[in-house]
């Protein structure tokens, strides 16, 4: 008999082949599986689940024999990590593997906000060429990037952009020793300092709404927010009200408050470009946080601590 495990949201088919293969996976986004579900809550010892997703209390407390929360990605914003602990219950993560993917999403976002790519192919599409002008972009050169959260992916963003000859500076909650970029003492303090100001810290209590509206005030009229962490670090009043009355000049973002049911206000917001929270969304990427995910779970039935347990 293979053992039950739950999966909360799909993986990519070269997972999912190697999950089915070792255990009997009942998928909790399948509405035909509903029935075969609620029979084997008991018996479920691992949790397959995204970083956006995560898995909340009251599931957790559907599942009495639950093991561990493998989550597909580095966010713990949506697993609660002490009442885990506290019904011994493993949680982890897949670090290292996506820092490249995310921070290059990053950049994809900075650029085709700079350079107006959205624009510029609905634009071509529209039959438009030729007919209509286009505006000129920006140049990344010489531009103040500034990065709120200076973690791994922070740092591979802002290590990128020095490539394009950005000087960077950031924020982060505590000291960073190993970096030569000057640190700001406070989020706005950055904000005033950068023309694009990248978010990418961790989210949880002290980081929500940590870009507020006086955060948006001080980047400017021609500043440019870039949000890869999760939604719940920006005030989406706030950003939706300065992208409109032109606070800010221009945003480019992958996540969201409310994913994927995100509000359409942003839908009809001026000189925004919007991805669906795609920053570790690559084939090599999915593959190197699958295997991890595999490799925690197999650990759990092996009676072994999962490699990278968070809690
Ligand atoms: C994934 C993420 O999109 O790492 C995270 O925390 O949010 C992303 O890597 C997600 O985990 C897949 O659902």
């Not at 009942?26 to 970083?51: F, S």
């Not at 009043?237 to 945003?251: P, Q, R, S």
Request: glycine residues 10%; negative net charge; contains cysteine.
């Amino acid at each position: 008999m293979k053992p039950d495990i739950l999966l909360v949201e799909p993986m990519m088919q070269f997972i999912e082949d190697q999950l089915d293969a070792a255990y009997t996976v009942h998928r909790l986004y399948d509405p035909a599986q509903k029935e075969t579900l609620e029979a084997a809550l008991p018996n479920i010892r691992a949790v397959a689940t995204g970083g956006g997703t995560g898995l909340s209390n009251e599931w957790i407390e559907k599942l009495p024999s639950l093991g561990v929360i493998a989550i597909n990605g580095v966010g713990t914003d949506k697993v609660d990590l002490k009442f885990t602990r506290s019904r011994n219950i493993d949680v982890t993560t897949t670090p290292g593997v996506l820092t490249d993917d995310v921070a290059d999403m990053g950049i994809a976002l900075m650029l085709g906000v700079l350079r107006h790519v959205a624009k510029g192919d609905a634009f071509v599409r529209a039959g438009k060429w030729g007919k209509e002008g286009f505006p000129l972009g920006h140049s990344p050169k010489g531009k103040r990037l500034g990065i709120l959260g200076l973690g791994q992916i922070g740092k591979a963003f802002g290590r990128r952009a020095e490539a394009f000859g950005m000087d960077v500076h950031f924020w982060n909650r505590s000291p960073v020793k190993d970096t030569t970029w000057k640190s700001c003492a406070s989020p706005v303090a950055l904000a005033q300092d950068s023309d694009v100001l990248c978010v990418i810290v961790a989210a949880n209590a002290q980081t929500k709404d940590i870009v507020n509206g006086e955060v948006l005030k001080a980047l400017g009229p021609k500043g440019i927010l870039i949000n890869i962490a999760r939604g719940s670090v920006v005030d989406e009043n706030a950003l939706l009200a300065a992208l409109n009355d032109g606070t800010i000049g221009a945003a480019g973002l992958d996540v969201y408050l409310d994913e994927p049911r995100i509000r359409e206000d942003f839908f009809t917001a001026p000189n925004t470009v919007l991805m669906p929270h795609q920053g570790s969304a690559t084939v090599e990427t999915r593959v190197a946080m699958g295997e991890l995910v595999l490799a925690n779970i197999a650990a759990h039935f092996a009676g072994e601590k999962p490699p990278t347990t968070v809690n």
